[in-house]
């Protein structure tokens, strides 16, 4: 038997999802003293990918903060300890529109006292996957 | 050109793939909310057939295909007196008999906004590190499960943790070390064990994951009033840089 490659490549019971395309993107926060109850924001990242049928992953970096990576299902908060008592809550959103993705990053004062917020680099990479079906 | 089959090789593949055992797409329409109501919503319950609950991706539309988000993105409504998020929210939960996709349509308040939507989704279905019992795929009309011109996704590691976290405090996971080099792509679900301890949820604000270029580590900060967790973590961590 024949067998025509250019129909066939291959066969399988199952599939996963293949990698796609992928962009890194950033947006630095300025330092700088947040007052009571004040939010600063949205600081954007944002580069070109268009989502036209593909399933994504976000993860993103706070440098400034530490140095781990998170995924980011959509939404992301992290509250922030300070010296003594104060604190801030670092909140990043992802969504994709117009053929770009976006991470809109906001910070607000949780405290009750004015609190100085560290130079914060948000990196970011984003990717999307190939469903075969 | 024609191939002799007796002259094709297999070369089995190191690390497995994600199985996809089925897909469900829908779609639903939402009215607009008023601010009285707060929200509309719609639930779509679908019958899998499994016999045991299963990992999922899932995407959606508001725009008619143009733009897909994966459950849980929130696409802001901008524009003073300030952004507001969480207009359309599309989550989902797999138990041992269904698939429960949840939308809600919420009203904006900051721009006094309620707007109906048209709401496609797609749920990929992945077998489970373990599964209760032999699968058989939901059966698709897709001719090739496979396109050569992809990477498919590798698994590097896979397994469980516990993340148990007392009310008022913050807590993490057994470190998992994986020594890749580089920060890899992962995917993990969690079962709520005080709710069920076979439905699978994917990950929204909670829990959080905590990735370096050599471990892995999931993290729940439930300080303040927050009434804690006792959770068991499915993770998978993908070789593809």
């Keep these: 038997m024949a067998i025509?490659?250019?129909?066939?490549?291959?066969?399988?019971?199952?599939?996963?999802f293949g990698n796609y395309k992928s962009v890194s993107f950033s947006v630095t926060i300025p330092s700088q003293n947040l007052a009571i109850f004040n939010y600063i924001g949205p600081y954007t990242a944002s580069a070109a990918l268009n989502n036209s049928n593909a399933v994504t992953e976000v993860q993103l970096q706070y440098t400034g903060l530490d140095s781990f990576w998170r995924e980011v299902p959509g939404y992301i908060s992290i509250i922030v300890p300070n010296a003594g008592a104060a604190t801030y809550e670092v909140q990043s959103f992802t969504y994709f529109k117009n053929g770009s993705v976006y991470v809109d990053t906001y910070i607000s004062n949780q405290s009750g006292s004015t609190v100085t917020i560290p130079a914060i680099t948000v990196n970011c990479r984003a990717f999307l996957f190939i469903a075969p079906f | 050109m024609a191939v002799n089959p007796n002259k094709i090789y297999i070369d089995l593949p190191k690390y497995g793939n994600d199985q996809i055992i089925g897909v469900f797409t829908n779609t639903l329409s939402l009215a607009a909310p008023t601010l009285s109501g707060g929200y509309t919503s719609a639930t779509d319950v679908r019958a899998h057939g499994f016999g045991d609950s299963a990992y999922f991706e899932g995407i959606f539309t508001t725009d008619g295909g143009t733009t897909w988000n994966t459950f849980g993105s929130q696409t802001p409504t901008l524009g003073a007196p300030g952004p507001t998020f969480q207009t359309v929210d599309v989550s989902a939960t797999v138990t041992i008999t269904n698939v429960n996709v949840s939308i809600f349509n919420n009203y904006d308040i900051s721009h006094s906004i309620g707007n109906a939507y048209t709401v496609t989704y797609k749920l990929y279905l992945i077998a489970k590190n373990t599964m209760a019992k032999p699968i058989t795929p939901i059966k698709t009309s897709n001719k090739l499960l496979y396109a050569s011109k992809y990477n498919y996704q590798k698994i590097f590691m896979k397994g469980s943790v516990a993340l148990i976290v007392s009310a008022g405090t913050t807590g993490?996971?057994?470190?998992?070390?994986?020594?890749?080099?580089?920060?890899?792509?992962?995917?993990?679900?969690?079962?709520?064990?005080?709710?069920?301890?076979?439905?699978?949820?994917?990950?929204?604000?909670?829990?959080?994951?905590?990735?370096?270029?050599?471990?892995?580590?999931?993290?729940?900060?439930?300080?303040?009033?927050?009434?804690?967790?006792?959770?068991?973590?499915?993770y998978r961590i993908y070789l593809d840089t």
């Design chain 1, 4 to 16: 025509n490659t250019n129909i066939i490549l291959a066969t399988s019971g199952f599939s996963g």
């Design chain 2, 172 to 234: 993490t996971s057994t470190l998992i070390t994986h020594n890749l080099g580089y920060v890899p792509k992962i995917r993990a679900y969690y079962y709520n064990l005080s709710v069920s301890s076979t439905t699978v949820n994917r990950f929204g604000q909670e829990p959080q994951t905590q990735i370096t270029a050599t471990t892995l580590q999931f993290y729940s900060d439930q300080s303040g009033l927050r009434p804690g967790i006792s959770y068991v973590i499915d």
